[in-house]
């Protein structure tokens, strides 16, 4: 969810941009994109749970409500921490993509706003990822 909106928002402003210099699109693109991680984090961390509790795959102990619960619980800092950060990433994308579009020679400095709210989507991702490893 949060990676939609991020994207949406990233793309609201990669399209407005483009509209005026569609030549920037190299520049442009990979700012866009960046909020799609927390998806794909989210969709890891989904993939390891079905395969943990046997819908992918063998079972690798038995399921019981507690053990259910726990899964939930797994899911839950990279799912919390995905729709925000996701969310926030979006809209630091897009002062990002206005930087990039008046000067793409500063790549650099407007990766670096969205780079620093990657970091918490990663913690989010890890800490399920550690969690997950109990279950």
Known sequence: IGSSYGL???????????????DKFGVIFPIQALPGSQGIFGLL????????????????GEMTTMRG???LICALPVGVVGVVS???????????IQLVSRKP???GKAIIAPALIETYAVFGLL????MWLKL
């Not at 949406?8 to 569609?22: H, K």
């Not at 961390?45 to 690798?60: H, M, N, R, S, Y």
Request: proline letters at 2%; aromatic letters at 12%.
């Open 8 to 22: 949406g928002y990233a793309g609201q402003a990669a399209s407005g941009a483009l509209s005026e210099d569609p």
């Open 45 to 60: 961390v989904g993939f390891l749970i079905l395969v943990k509790i046997g819908v992918l795959g063998a079972v690798t």
């Open 105 to 107: 020679s500063e790549f």
């Open 69 to 71: 619960i726990y899964a």
């Open 127 to 130: 800490m399920s990822f550690m």
């Open 86 to 96: 996701g969310i926030w990433m979006g809209k630091a994308c897009t002062s990002s």
